[in-house]
């Protein structure tokens, strides 16, 4: 039987028993059928619900241990068993408290069982990136096929458009590759004979033809979900905190229930029934059902209030990895930049540059050229059309507009045309500060300089500097160049720059950083999925892929850098409500035991099982009070601009 059905057979059956639970002291509200109902209720629930629990405490007591699943089974065992007993003799039963601690419990597994599936479909979702078939040319003949019928060694054609099949090296063709979704960096890669292709690319404008020489499981992208695999594996389980407290709390209460029927019905020569009371009261007021509530209640609270920040937390055990983050490792484009180049300087007569290159850039797909044509429709300029259009291979393109001869392209075009002295200087400062320089000209002088770059996203210089105010150290691991990297990390005021990564070496990065402390990584590419699972503290931004969000523990749903702060403010913040809340229950058991094994009887203060269980339902009851206070908590952020 399945987690889910489990749990809703638990809370369904439950309802009728918490209904009389709190209507009978206001309005004397019964059920039907007396102590029969409850009974049968309960029955179902301990057969159908309850056995795997009862199953797992045993193979923990023969290994001699205890857990989360002990404290279950002693108590909805105690209670359910008591009740019977406490029926038949006609005393108060309590068979809601078994049931309730049962649909609680099951409620944290539905939970659990979600994060599980989250975690496989991220593997899913690489493997549907693959190209499904390609065309492949063999002796001479052109022939359409399924990737894994590709072998190493054939020659592969890829038009316009068309997903790149697996690794190779190309053979004839020019085109510019969109390589974002595996290398994550958004500035589409010009490629030409002699250059590497990666499998489930997109070729842009040209036709190509490569030589496979990497299939099946050697390609990058197989080897980026092998990773993710092994990284989410190799996550060992997190000890929960009511495991560790209960592998000592258990044996102790059975202990102390044991001594107080002995000590009561042999030392003391009390009846059966009285002494049995007492060892029962001893059992139930340390019954788990406040802990049972401490950490879902507080995980649904605190993860429901993110999710109106517009940061979703994935699980506990990102909460409790939240605590004692020393570093925190950003990727560069989409995550800390925009993910788009804009175009930032334009150096001469602004209009009149804009006019040129938009004119010539109308027809290209380069997304230099969409920078370009995105500038001047903003400007609202009117764009000429281009005559006599002419490609310059691998430097820029040439037309005439408005009657004269003008031309726009990269640094290997100054080899064909003078630079003036007062423009040299302006390509040396932008060439600095990482931005790639466009130059347009017209007859055969350069008449000015467009500057492209991604830039830095606007909230990205303060979610830095509150991090850091927090003493945190900032890392920023990219693919870009070291040039690129370091001039964006010195506008936004990263502390450490590691650049030219491939993908594939991303998570060891992090783990080399683990060397040093908890480490949280903050990305949105496929890429980054590895990374994102090794980190302590995955963050996915979420304009990423679904590959990043799904490997991330926190998902930023804004897109806003300065969420990372407050996600690790809050996932703290909740961590210590569950801690306050696990003092809590326990605090009634701690106080409440020896009053249960009537220690102060002799000066007429005992504890029944009946206000064992009323001392119980107020633990649950603070427990349920500080999660809910949790969305009043002041969540600190610290925003501080150098």
């Given at each position: ?5 489990r749990?809703?057979t ?139 019928e ?44 002699g250059?590497?292709v ?5 070729n ?17 992208l ?14 060992a ?115 009149q ?101 991604d ?29 690129v990297?370091?001039a ?5 005021g ?37 990374a ?111």
């Amino acid at each position: 039987m399945s987690v889910k059905t489990r749990f809703w057979t638990s809370l369904i059956l439950s309802l009728p028993m918490i209904a009389q639970m709190i209507f009978h002291p206001l309005f004397g509200f019964v059920l039907p059928g007396g102590d029969w109902t409850p009974l049968i209720l309960t029955t179902i629930i301990m057969a159908v619900t309850a056995v795997p629990f009862w199953q797992s405490a045993w193979a923990s007591f023969t290994k001699h241990h205890s857990n989360m699943d002990t404290l279950v089974a002693i108590g909805t065992a105690t209670t359910y068993f008591y009740s019977i007993y406490a029926m038949f003799t006609h005393q108060s039963v309590f068979f809601e408290t078994a049931a309730v601690v049962v649909a609680f419990i099951m409620l944290g597994q539905v939970f659990e069982e979600r994060m599980r599936d989250s975690a496989s479909n991220a593997v899913a979702k690489l493997m549907d990136l693959q190209a499904k078939d390609a065309e492949v040319i063999r002796n001479g003949k052109a022939q359409r096929i399924p990737v894994s019928e590709i072998v190493v060694g054939d020659h592969i054609r890829v038009r316009p458009g068309e997903k790149i099949a697996v690794d190779g090296v190309i053979e004839e063709g020019h085109s510019t590759i969109d390589e974002s979704m595996v290398t994550g960096e958004s500035m589409p890669v010009e490629k030409r004979a002699g250059d590497r292709v990666i499998g489930a690319t997109i070729n842009s404008n040209g036709t190509l033809t490569f030589t496979a020489d990497k299939v099946g499981g050697d390609t990058m992208l197989s080897q980026i979900v092998e990773m993710v695999k092994q990284a989410q594996n190799s996550h060992a389980p997190i000890q929960k905190l009511t495991d560790k407290v209960s592998d000592i709390f258990v044996p102790v209460v059975l202990i102390l229930a044991i001594l107080t029927f002995w000590v009561w019905f042999v030392l003391l020569g009390s009846g059966l029934a009285t002494s049995l009371i007492f060892a029962v009261s001893v059992v139930v007021i340390a019954c788990p059902c406040a802990l049972g509530l401490a950490t879902p209640t507080a995980l649904m609270v605190g993860t429901g209030r993110a999710a109106k920040m517009g940061i979703l937390i994935k699980n506990g055990e990102v909460l409790e990895a939240a605590n004692g983050i020393k570093t925190v490792v950003f990727d560069k484009t989409g995550t800390i930049t925009n993910g788009k180049p804009v175009v930032t300087d334009v150096i001469g007569d602004e209009k009149q540059i804009l006019t040129i290159a938009s004119a010539l850039e109308a027809t290209s797909e380069h997304p230099l050229a969409s920078a370009v044509m995105v500038a001047a429709k903003e400007r609202a300029l009117d764009v000429p059309k281009a005559e006599n259009f002419k490609a310059i291979e691998g430097k820029g393109v040439a037309a005439t507009v408005a009657g004269q001869a003008a031309f726009v392209g990269n640094d290997k075009l100054i080899e064909d045309h003078q630079l003036p002295s007062e423009l040299a200087g302006q390509v040396t400062a932008l060439q600095d500060q990482a931005k790639t320089v466009v130059y347009v000209g017209m007859g055969d002088a350069i008449i000015g300089l467009i500057a492209i770059q991604d830039a830095p996203k606007t909230t990205s210089k303060a979610a830095i500097a509150a991090l850091k105010s927090r003493g945190l150290k900032t890392v920023m691991l990219t693919g870009d160049n070291i040039r690129v990297a370091k001039a964006i990390a010195a506008q936004v005021g990263i502390d450490e720059v590691i650049a030219d990564v491939l993908p594939s070496d991303k998570a060891d990065h992090v783990k080399a950083l683990q060397a040093h402390g908890k480490v949280a990584f903050a990305g949105d590419g496929i890429n980054d999925a590895p990374a994102l699972t090794v980190a302590d503290v995955g963050i996915a931004m979420g304009s990423g892929t679904d590959i990043a969000i799904d490997a991330g523990g926190i998902v930023l749903v804004k897109n806003d850098l300065s969420d990372v702060d407050r996600a690790l403010a809050l996932s703290k913040k909740t961590f210590s409500r569950i801690k306050l809340n696990l003092f809590w229950a326990f605090i009634y058991n701690v106080l409440g035991i020896p009053v249960a094994a009537g220690i102060f009887y002799a000066l007429g203060v005992t504890l029944s099982p009946e206000l064992a269980g009323l001392a119980m339902a107020f633990s649950s009851l603070s427990v349920v009070t500080s999660s809910v206070l949790l969305n009043k908590a002041k969540i600190n952020t610290r925003v501080k601009l150098a």
